[in-house]
C-alpha cells in the first residue's frame, strides 16, 4: 500500500515539475498605444509558435511605467521580463549593466533592416541592449485646403521664419482655427521634446564639450523668442496646457492650421474615425533656422530585457517575434497594412503595400532618416541624443527647463528671465552632479 | 434661542445646496456620459451633451482587453482586508488612548498624524527594497499591510474621537460587574461606537479603493487593483478619453454604489460629536 502511494506521490511531483518546465511565463512591461494594444491582441500567434511560453501583460501609462521600471530595474526586483523603454533609457541602462545584451534574436531576424539611426540609438559599444518596436520623428503635418485658400505653397523645407509668417496668415480665432499647434505643456518629453528640436535649428545645443549648459546663449535666445512668439501669439489660447493628446484633439477637430508634433500623429489625423481633417491633411519636414541638424527628433519605443530576468532565453523570443519583418506582415494581414508599427525597418518602407496604404510614409522616412543623435547639434556637444541628453541627470534638467519655458510662453516671465533660470539651475545640478 | 428659518431662507439655502451638489458631481456625470460617446466625439469642441451617437463600443473593448473581475477582486480584497487589519489595531489604541491616556497621549496623536505628511515616494526604494527581499512584491499581503499602516493614523483618530464620546462611568460599570477587558471592549464599547466604527470602516474602505500610489508600485498583475486598471487606459500617443472613462466608470461603480446606500451613516459618523 506504502509502495503504491509513493508512486503515486512520485508521479504526482513528476508531473507537477513537468507542468513547471512546460510553461515560462513572461512579464510583459508595456505603454499603453494603438501598437502596443495590437501586439497584445495577436499574442496567440506567438504562443501558438512557442507552446511553452506563456505572455502576462502588464499596461500602464507612459509615466507610471517610467516610474515602475526604473524602480524595479535599479533594485534588481525582478518583476519583469520584457520592459517596454525608450531611446533615452537604453544607452543609461545599458552603460549602467542594467539591460542584458540582445544576442540571440535568430538568424532570420535580419538586425541590418533596422534604420541606422534607430539601431544606432538603442545600441552600445556596438551590441544591441533593447529592439526597437515602432520609431518616430518629427513632422509638420498642415491643412491643405486652409494652405490653398490662403495661396500658400510649400516649396522645399521651411524656416522657422516662413512658419511664423505662414501661421500669421493662418490665424484666424474668431473663426476658431489657430495659426498653429505646438507643445506647451512643461515636460522633458512633452515642451522640451520640440523646444530642442527648435533650438538645435537655431544652432544651439544644450551643453558644450565641457558639459557648461548653454542656456545664456544668443542661439537658445532666439529659438524661444521664436517659441513664444509663434506659439503665444498665433497658437491656441492655454498652450501651456497642451501636449501631444491636446493638439491632436484640436487639430482633429479643424482647429489647427499647422501642427509640429511626432510622425505617428499622421495615421492619427488621417484616420476617418478620429479626425474631422482626414481628408485635408498635408506632410512636411519639421522646419529649420541657421541649420537642418537635429531640427526633428527622434524616438522609439523599444523591447528591452532587464538583467535581473531568469527567463532571457524565452524573452529573447518574444522580442525577436515582436519586432520582426514576420510580425508586420502578420499586423498587415490582420489589421491592414495602414496600422503596422512604423518607423523601425527599412524594408516597410520599399513595401509599395504599405507605401500606398500610408500617405505620409515618405515624410515619415525622411524625417527619420534625418535624425542623428550623435550629430544632431551645429557646434560639437558631448552627449547622445537629438530632443535630450541620454545622462541620468537629463530628466530632472529637462522637467525643471520645461517649466521655466513654459512660464515665458505664459507671460510670467520674459525670455531672458527663463533662459537665465535654465542656466542657473542646469548649472547648480551639473557642478553638483560632478561633471565638473 | 430658537433659529427660525424664513421661507425665502430655506428655498435659497436648498438652490444653493443644490447647485454645490450638482458642480461635485457633474465629472461624474460627465465621466459616465464620455463613456458612451465615440473617441472622436469625446474630443469634440464644442462638446456635445446628449444628441451625440450612444455606443457601448468603450465598455465592449474595456472587457476585451482587460479582466475587469479579477482587478475589480482585488480591490475589495485590499480594501476590505485592510480596513478589517486596521480595524483590530485602532480599536485597541484608540481604547487606551481614550480611556487610559498619559501626558503623552496627544503628543502620540499628533506623531501618528504627522507620518501621513512624508510624501510616498520618500520611502519607495527602502519598502520596495523590503519587499522584494521577503517575496511581497506584487501579493495582496504585502499591500494589504501597506495600506492598513497608512491608513491606521486616521482610523486611530477617528474612533479615539467617537470613543471620547462615550462616558467612562458606563465602562466602569461593566467592570465592576466583572467584565474582562475583552468583553469589556467588544460586548459594551463597540456596540455604542458602531455608528463611529461604521464611518471610519468606510472612510477607510473608501481610502484603501483609491490609493494609487502604492497599488501602482508594488503590484504587477496578480495583486493589481483597479487602480492598475485605469492607468492602463491613459495614453500618451492616441485618443483615449472615452475608454478611459469607460473603464474609470467601472472602477468607481462599486464604490459609489456603497457610498450612496451607506451616506446616511458615513454622514453621522463623520459628524458625530461635532454639535454638542
Known amino acids: 500500500m506504502n509502495r503504491v502511494m509513493g508512486t503515486a506521490l512520485c508521479a504526482l511531483l513528476a508531473g507537477g515539475i513537468a507542468q513547471a518546465n512546460a510553461e515560462t511565463k513572461l512579464t510583459i512591461a508595456t505603454v499603453n498605444n494603438g501598437d502596443m494594444i495590437r501586439m497584445q491582441k495577436l499574442t496567440d500567434d506567438f504562443t501558438a509558435k512557442n507552446p511553452d511560453i506563456s505572455l502576462e501583460w502588464v499596461t500602464l501609462e507612459e509615466n507610471t511605467l517610467r516610474q515602475r521600471v526604473t524602480t524595479d530595474i535599479a533594485t534588481k526586483g525582478g518583476q519583469y521580463d520584457v520592459m517596454t523603454i525608450g531611446t533615452y533609457e537604453v544607452p543609461i541602462w545599458a552603460e549602467k549593466g542594467w539591460l542584458a545584451p540582445l544576442d540571440a534574436l535568430g538568424d532570420d531576424y535580419d538586425v541590418d533592416d533596422i534604420m541606422p539611426a534607430i539601431r544606432s540609438a538603442v545600441s552600445n559599444d556596438g551590441n544591441l541592449y533593447a529592439a526597437p518596436f515602432y520609431g518616430e520623428s518629427s513632422m509638420m503635418m498642415y491643412r491643405k485646403d486652409l494652405f490653398d485658400a490662403a495661396g500658400i505653397s510649400i516649396d522645399g523645407r521651411l524656416t522657422w521664419d516662413q512658419t511664423l509668417e505662414i501661421a500669421q496668415k493662418l490665424h484666424k480665432p474668431d473663426e476658431g482655427v489657430y495659426g498653429i499647434c505646438l507643445r506647451g505643456k512643461a515636460g522633458w518629453g512633452e515642451n522640451m521634446a520640440l523646444i530642442t528640436t527648435m533650438g538645435n535649428a537655431f544652432g544651439a545645443r544644450l551643453f558644450d564639450e565641457e558639459w557648461n549648459p548653454t542656456f545664456d546663449s544668443a542661439e537658445w535666445k532666439n529659438a524661444l523668442d521664436m517659441y513664444t512668439n509663434i506659439l503665444g501669439n498665433y497658437g491656441p489660447p492655454g498652450a501651456t496646457s497642451n501636449g501631444f493628446n491636446e493638439n491632436l484633439s484640436l487639430f482633429n477637430s479643424g482647429k489647427c492650421g499647422m501642427w509640429i508634433d511626432a510622425t505617428v500623429a499622421a495615421s492619427f489625423v488621417t484616420n476617418p474615425k478620429e479626425s474631422k481633417v482626414a481628408d485635408k491633411v498635408g506632410f512636411t519636414e519639421a522646419p529649420c533656422a541657421v541649420t537642418c541638424t537635429g531640427a526633428n527628433w527622434l524616438w522609439a519605443w523599444n523591447l528591452g530585457i532587464p538583467m535581473g530576468s531568469q527567463k532571457v532565453d524565452a524573452a529573447q523570443k518574444f522580442i525577436s517575434w515582436a519586432t520582426s519583418k514576420a510580425y508586420l506582415e502578420l499586423v498587415a494581414s490582420k489589421e491592414g497594412w495602414a496600422n503596422v508599427p512604423p518607423g523601425t525597418r527599412m524594408s516597410l518602407y520599399q513595401n509599395p503595400k504599405y507605401l500606398e496604404a500610408a500617405p505620409f510614409a515618405d515624410e515619415t522616412l525622411l524625417a527619420i532618416d534625418s535624425a542623428d543623435p550623435i550629430n544632431s547639434t551645429l557646434k560639437p556637444k558631448p552627449y547622445v541624443g537629438v530632443q535630450f541628453a541620454a545622462i541620468p541627470e537629463f530628466q530632472g534638467i529637462g522637467t525643471t527647463v520645461g517649466q521655466q519655458f513654459s512660464a515665458a510662453l505664459a507671460g510670467q516671465m520674459s525670455v531672458e528671465q527663463a533662459l537665465s533660470a535654465a542656466q542657473s539651475s542646469t548649472d547648480r545640478t551639473m557642478r553638483k552632479a560632478g561633471y565638473y | ?276
Open chain 2, 1 to 276: 434661542m430658537e433659529n427660525k428659518q424664513t421661507p425665502l431662507g430655506y428655498v435659497s439655502f436648498s438652490v444653493f445646496a443644490w447647485i454645490v451638489g450638482l458642480l461635485i458631481f457633474f465629472p461624474i456625470f460627465w465621466m459616465v456620459l464620455t463613456s458612451f460617446k465615440s473617441e472622436l466625439e469625446a474630443i469634440s469642441i464644442p462638446p456635445s451633451f446628449i444628441s451625440f451617437d450612444w455606443t457601448l463600443e468603450n465598455y465592449v473593448e474595456v472587457q476585451e482587453r482587460s479582466n475587469y473581475f479579477k482587478f475589480a477582486m482585488n480591490s475589495v480584497i485590499l480594501a476590505v482586508g485592510s480596513t478589517l487589519v486596521g480595524l483590530v489595531f485602532a480599536v485597541t489604541c484608540a481604547w487606551a488612548m481614550a480611556f487610559n491616556p498619559t501626558k503623552r497621549t496627544k503628543d502620540a496623536l499628533l506623531w501618528m498624524l504627522s507620518t501621513k505628511m512624508m510624501p510616498p515616494v520618500g520611502v519607495l526604494v527602502p519598502i520596495y527594497l523590503l519587499f522584494r527581499d521577503w517575496g511581497l512584491l506584487d501579493t495582496r499581503f504585502g499591500l494589504i499591510m501597506v495600506l492598513f499602516l497608512m491608513n491606521l493614523p486616521i482610523m486611530v483618530w477617528m474612533l479615539y474621537t467617537y470613543f471620547k464620546e462615550i462616558p467612562t462611568d458606563i465602562l466602569e460599570a461593566a467592570r465592576m460587574d466583572g467584565a474582562t477587558l475583552p468583553k469589556e471592549i467588544i460586548f459594551v464599547l463597540l456596540p455604542m461606537a458602531v455608528p463611529g466604527i461604521a464611518s471610519t470602516m468606510l472612510l477607510n474602505i473608501i481610502l484603501a479603493w483609491n490609493e494609487a500610489f502604492w497599488t501602482l508600485n508594488l503590484t504587477t498583475s496578480d495583486a493589481a487593483p483597479l487602480t492598475a486598471f485605469i492607468a492602463s487606459y491613459s495614453s500618451p500617443e492616441g485618443l483615449f478619453w472615452a475608454k478611459l472613462s469607460a473603464a474609470s466608470t467601472l472602477a468607481v461603480a462599486p464604490i459609489l454604489v456603497i457610498g450612496w446606500f451607506s451616506q446616511k451613516q458615513l454622514v453621522r459618523g463623520l459628524t458625530f460629536g461635532a454639535v454638542k
